[in-house]
Nanobody, 122 residues
Framework: QVQLVESGGGLVQAGNSLRLSCVGS????????VAWFRQAPGKEREFVARITWKGGGTHYADSVRGRFAISRDNAMNTVYLQMNSLKPEDTAVYYCAAGARYALASGSYDTWGQGTQVTVSP
């Protein structure tokens, strides 16, 4: 079964950090661009960050640029999202996704994880 498994979410106070992990199962994640998206209650899913299949290229949403860093370890079949200086508005369910294209749109990604909850208290 092909799937992505996210972990690392939790409850933190504003200003603190979390690192999310996304592991490929039944999938060689190193062959694909990967992106992180998030969805807050009552809001649409939004793009957070993306990384090329070798990790040479990255791109961030304006709202997280300078605070979040996406990276990957293809030997570990894992993509990470380091989140620093967290704000209450970062509260959301975070999803990783893999697809054939290094794209911004969620529709370009066809393999998704189940999501991990990140809650940032004031």
């Amino acid at each position: 079964q092909v799937q992505l498994v996210e972990s690392g979410g939790g409850l933190v106070q504003a200003g603190n950090s979390l690192r999310l992990s996304c592991v490929g199962s039944g999938l060689n994640l190193g062959l694909y661009p990967v992106a992180w998206f998030r969805q807050a209650p009552g809001k649409e899913r939004e793009f957070v960050a993306r990384i090329t299949w070798k990790g040479g290229g990255t791109h961030y949403a304006d709202s997280v640029r300078g605070r979040f860093a996406i990276s990957r370890d293809n030997a570990m079949n894992t993509v990470y999202l380091q989140m620093n200086s967290l704000k209450p508005e970062d509260t959301a369910v975070y999803y990783c996704a893999a697809g054939a294209r290094y794209a911004l749109a969620s529709g370009s990604y066809d393999t998704w994880g189940q999501g991990t909850q990140v809650t940032v208290s004031p």
